[in-house]
């Protein structure tokens, strides 16, 4: 069955430093996003990315963010100067028709210390 | 601002009980409801209402939503310790994005 595979698994990064969270959707999926979950939180939109273009973003989602689809397979999530609440668990969903259909990946979980 | 809340926040039962999880929703231009179970760490679809008072069921659990009341619930019949999870519920807005809720975590005992 066809999946979304996030890497890495567990991410550890000093404060200040830029991480890239990645994320490979299902092969013939067009809309993609990106989710966190602060532990024991609830799970907040980040971001929504169609036709090579941000479609929303959410208050979170400020100039520390950004998303980008490199090679056509690739989408990833890139925060450039970690921030301690930044630590949560970062999803990333794919669908072929749209937020109803999204299919999630395993979460990259970050910790930034 | 957009919201769903969920009630209770936990469960605990023994295997073989019934539970109602409840979802309410305050938002502006609903599209759709969907349930989620969410064990470890994925977040897995169970069923998605658009439908006020139609029933979606899959094996042990059933869910419907009440448009009038902004609201829906997910029960499980037969309860087994594999249930355990928190259940997610988190609804579709016309922007296209998924709006959640805090979520119920239940625990089932043998």
């Known amino acids: 069955e066809p999946e979304v595979t996030q890497t890495p698994s567990h991410q550890v990064t000093q404060m200040g430093q830029e991480v890239i969270l990645r994320c490979v959707p299902i092969?013939?999926?067009?809309?993609f996003y990106w989710y966190r979950q602060i532990l024991g939180q609830k799970v907040e939109f980040l971001v929504s990315?169609?036709?090579?273009?941000?479609?929303?973003k959410s208050e979170i989602f400020d100039d520390q963010f950004s998303v980008e689809r490199p090679d056509g397979s690739n989408f990833t999530l890139k925060i450039r100067s970690t921030k301690l609440e930044d630590s949560a668990m970062y999803f990333c969903?794919?669908?072929?028709?749209?937020?109803?259909?999204?299919?999630f990946g395993q979460g990259t979980r970050l910790t930034v210390v | 601002e957009d919201k769903v809340v969920q009630s209770p926040l936990s469960l605990v039962v023994h295997e073989g009980d019934t539970v109602t999880l409840n979802c309410s929703y305050e938002?502006?231009?609903?599209?759709?409801l969907l349930w989620y179970k969410q064990e470890k760490k994925a977040p897995t679809f169970l069923f998605m209402l658009?439908?006020?008072?139609i029933e979606k069921k899959s094996g042990r659990l059933s869910s419907i939503l009440d448009k009038k009341e902004l609201s829906s619930i997910l029960n499980i019949t037969a309860t087994q310790t594999g249930d355990s999870a928190i259940y997610l519920c988190?609804?579709?807005?016309?922007?296209?994005?998924?709006?959640f809720g805090t979520g119920t975590r239940l625990q089932v005992f043998p």
């Open positions: 092969s013939n999926h067009l809309y």
């Open positions: 988190a609804v579709v807005v016309n922007t296209d994005k998924l709006i």
């Open positions: 990315f169609y036709n090579n273009e941000i479609s929303e």
């Open positions: 938002v502006t231009n609903f599209r759709s």
């Open positions: 658009t439908s006020s008072g």
């Open positions: 969903a794919s669908s072929e028709t749209g937020a109803t259909e999204a299919f």
